[in-house]
């Protein structure tokens, strides 16, 4: 078994790491760590418990500590769900000497740190070379993406790989739990939409053009395509929905781009890693579908579900579809487990 922390145990990210780690046939839970507030506390009395499942026996009487190296000691590697700001001191400290597969934003377009989704561009990890030889680091960081950029790109590689893609425009209807616990106040959504989440759409845009761009062997050069994201908050507990439309360059066939995404497989299934689902792109036929409350949890929340698939014929040459994605599993947790799966593998 490798041992592994999780560093902001407690918060929403932090939990479902927990969820999904509690029972993890390579990965054992060893250290917990949060803020001050929380450090000294059993697991059980530091952290407020909202998922469905019951909090795991095994984690309960863990003594949470300081989000420090000298106190999160023998681990393997680290899974960070810390706030961006925290996450950009601390992470560095724990890569001296370990992996730290984070799910924050703080060091994703560091040149030399890659962003990485298992099955879109696991040749990024190249990058591990450079940037332990630039920093010294006998450990490492890698990062997975922003919830909403992961379940677009997820649906994207394919069709990137198979058609001339000239612009994409995205409309996010993302859940509150994006926003942690208490991110979002209930007087603010109940009832209501909110048009704005901060640094939400650089993130979109920016991280999947570099996800889906080339390793020259030094560095990323972003996909040449154009593509633009308006955020959007919804009272939806989990589930991030998204309207894509995509104008390609040449003429396309539904049927073709159906077949294209549901065959869709990358490395984690090739090499059939713990998390990895079975496809990580399920069509939906009906009208009505999908939905964050009936999709969100397809193949244990990994798969992104798209439905509404057709010809755009307002324009040449478009398609559009909508899609949901779990965004604290696949969005979250779950793509940094997957992370650490595949470097556990490759590496
Ligand atoms: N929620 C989501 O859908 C997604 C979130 N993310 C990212 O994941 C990260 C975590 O998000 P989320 O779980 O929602 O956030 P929460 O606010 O729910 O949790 C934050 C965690 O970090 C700890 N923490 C806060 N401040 C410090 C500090 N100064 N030093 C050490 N630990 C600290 C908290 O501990 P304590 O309980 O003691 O305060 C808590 O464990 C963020 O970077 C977020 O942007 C990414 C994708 C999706
Ligand atoms: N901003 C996202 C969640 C998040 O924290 O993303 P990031 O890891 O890119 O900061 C949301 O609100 O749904």
């Known amino acids: 078994m490798v041992n592994v922390g999780i560093l902001g145990a407690t918060g929403m990210v932090g939990q479902r790491f927990i969820e999904l780690l509690a029972d993890h046939p390579k990965f054992e839970i060893t250290a917990l760590t949060a803020s001050a507030r929380s450090a000294g506390k059993r697991y059980e009395d530091a ?12 984690v309960k009487d863990i003594t949470v500590v300081d989000t420090d190296p000298k106190e999160a000691k023998d681990v393997d590697i680290v899974f960070s769900a810390l706030p961006a700001d925290t ?3 601390v992470e560095p400290k724990f890569a001296k ?62 069709l ?41 759409e650089e993130k979109m845009e920016s991280e999947t053009l570099h996800l889906l761009g080339e390793f020259d062997g030094e560095s990323v050069v ?28 040449d003429d396309l066939e539904i049927e073709d781009v159906k077949n294209c995404l549901c065959n869709f497989k990358g490395l984690p299934q090739k090499l059939d890693l713990h998390s990895a689902p079975k496809n990580p792109v399920v069509i939906r036929e009906e009208e009505n579908r999908p939905q964050p ?55």
């Open 293 to 347: 409350r009936m999709d969100r949890n397809t193949d244990n929340g990994m798969a992104v579900t798209v439905g509404r698939l057709r010809k755009d014929a307002a324009f040449d040459n478009s398609l559009r579809y909508v899609l949901v994605g779990h965004n604290t599993i696949r969005g979250a947790a779950g793509a940094s487990i997957l992370n650490a799966e595949l470097i556990s593998e490759i590496m």
């Open 47 to 58: 952290a407020t418990w909202y998922l469905d499942s019951p909090i795991p026996e095994s």
């Open 87 to 89: 996450a950009a001191i």
């Open 160 to 200: 990137y790989d198979q058609y001339n893609i000239k612009r994409v425009y995205v409309s996010t209807m993302q859940a509150v739990s994006g926003a942690g616990y208490n991110g979002v106040p209930s007087m603010a959504i109940v009832d209501n939409l909110v048009p704005f989440i901060g640094g939400e």
């Open 222 to 249: 972003p996909a040449p395509f154009g593509l633009s994201a308006s955020c959007h908050r919804v009272a939806v507990v989990n589930g991030h929905t998204e309207a894509v439309f995509i104008e390609m360059e």
């Open 97 to 158: 000497s370990c992996i730290v597969a984070s799910n924050a934003s703080a060091m994703r377009m560091e040149p030399d740190v890659p962003l990485v989704i298992p099955e879109v561009n696991p040749e990024h990890l190249d990058l591990v070379e450079i940037q332990q030889k630039n920093r010294g680091w006998d450990g490492f960081i890698v990062t997975n993406p922003n919830c909403s950029t992961i379940a677009l790109t997820l649906t994207l590689k394919p």
